[in-house]
């Protein structure tokens, strides 16, 4: 009787993030990305929210306690290959994301979610400081938008000089690379990749779509899942930003405001 051959394990993907109840961001996009991705995808939720189509009704913070708890509980057990980061409202939390973060040895891509797609604050104003200073520290990507690059470093991005600016101003801060996403200037959408060194500026055409709720998660997610199966930075953001394209593309209405990209455009696609 020949033996059994056990199953490949996946490649394992953690995010710690925010719930998104409306299923079109945060950990419900992170998990969805993975899936898309061939990972295996677990979670730790920093918090529950209240969200729709129109915006984030509510948000309730977890304790600490209870992030480092699932953190611990999954990392020390099944273990990972990446690490990716969305909503931390509050210093407290930022700063224990941080310290689990440096003693993992799993690369961290951290999206600083500062405001939802509906302009809804996300996280706590006196937490900024703990974001550069912990948390960015922590990153092998970081992957801001200008409202966000504009939070951290008052910087106001208008042309394609002033992501430059701000990718250096934001790599002071210590993330291994930076991408600062162009996706709100005028055009078609170009984001930058870079580490100080290289420079990588990333094309993409504009969709006439306003269904984009849950970019910004699902843009980290799939960068994650990039360095997880083994890619180097510039692969996996580049095949992130074509995935995230895609998704867009196929973005659909739900409700009465913006609805959320297609996370599974791809298996509908062929």
């Known amino acids: 009787m020949p033996i059994p051959v056990p199953p490949a394990v996946p490649a394992r993907v953690l995010t710690v993030a925010g719930s998104d109840s409306g299923g079109g961001a945060g950990i419900q996009a992170d998990l969805k990305t993975m899936l898309a991705h061939g990972v295996h995808g677990m979670s730790v939720l920093t918090a529950v929210t209240a969200q729709n ?18 953190y611990r509980s999954v990392v020390d057990d099944i273990g990972v290959q990446a690490v990716k ?62 409202d966000e690059v504009a939070q951290l470093t008052g910087i106001r991005v208008t042309d394609g000089p002033g992501m430059r600016r701000a990718a250096g101003a934001l790599l002071e801060f210590g993330p291994r690379w930076v991408v600062v996403k162009g996706g709100h200037l005028p055009g078609d959408p170009v984001d930058l990749l870079t580490d100080g060194t290289e420079e990588h500026w990333l094309p993409a055409a504009r969709h006439d779509n306003r269904h984009t709720h849950g970019t910004g998660c699902t843009l980290a997610s799939a960068i994650a899942c990039g360095l997880a199966l083994g890619q180097d930075v510039p692969v996996a953001v580049r095949n992130a930003k074509s995935y995230v394209t895609g998704a867009i593309a196929a973005g659909f209405p739900l409700g009465a405001g913006i609805g959320p990209v297609d996370h599974g455009w791809r298996l509908r696609t062929g």
């Not at 509510?58 to 992030?67: D, I, K, S, T, Y």
């Open 53 to 70: 189509s129109l915006g984030v009704q509510g948000a309730w913070e977890l304790p600490a306690e209870a992030v480092r708890a699932q």
């Open 85 to 146: 980061t969305g909503m931390l409202s509050s210093a407290l939390l930022v700063e224990t994301v941080a310290e689990l973060l440096a003693g993992t040895g799993a690369p961290a891509v951290v999206d600083p979610v500062g405001v939802s797609k509906h302009g809804d604050p996300l996280l706590a104003a006196e937490a900024l400081d703990s974001v550069r200073t912990r948390l960015l520290p922590a990153a092998a990507v970081a992957t801001p938008n200008l």
